[in-house]
Nanobody
Framework: LQLVESGGGLVQAGGSLRLSCQLS????????MGWYRQAPGKAREFVAA???????HYSDSVKGRFTISRENAPKTVYLQMNRLKPEDTAVYLC??????????????????WGQGTLVTVSS
């Protein structure tokens, strides 16, 4: 199972970016998918997750600004990020697991992780 993220870059505060994460080597419908981020010197933190029937979950810090979605045909999960802030600067990683509870609460041992994509928000 492999995950490949794309879409990161440099954006000004208040701007938008859309991240993509494509899954290969597995059946996409089987997995719940999550986005996480890790800023320099900080622990990895949960951002958003979507289960197999597209129920969504968000951290309080991104709720109302970020939207997670999935498209089964291209085996891709998206993270639409609006009204970006400098504190959103981080490496963003996607992950997959068959259990949504693992994505929400115990994400140290998920089934697969991507390599990450850097998002930099300038003030």
């Amino acid at each position: 199972l492999q995950l490949v993220e794309s879409g990161g870059g440099l954006v000004q505060a208040g701007g938008s970016l859309r991240l993509s994460c494509q899954l290969s080597g597995g059946t996409f419908n089987y997995y719940s998918m999550g986005w996480y981020r890790q800023a320099p010197g900080k622990a990895r933190e949960f951002v958003a997750a979507i289960d197999q029937i597209s129920a969504t979950h968000y951290s309080d810090s991104v709720k109302g600004r970020f939207t997670i979605s999935r498209e089964n045909a291209p085996k891709t999960v998206y993270l639409q990020m609006n009204r970006l802030k400098p504190e959103d600067t981080a490496v963003y990683l996607c992950a997959a697991d068959s259990a949504i509870r693992s994505l929400l609460a115990n994400y140290d041992s998920l089934e697969a992780w991507g390599q990450g994509t850097l998002v930099t928000v300038s003030s």
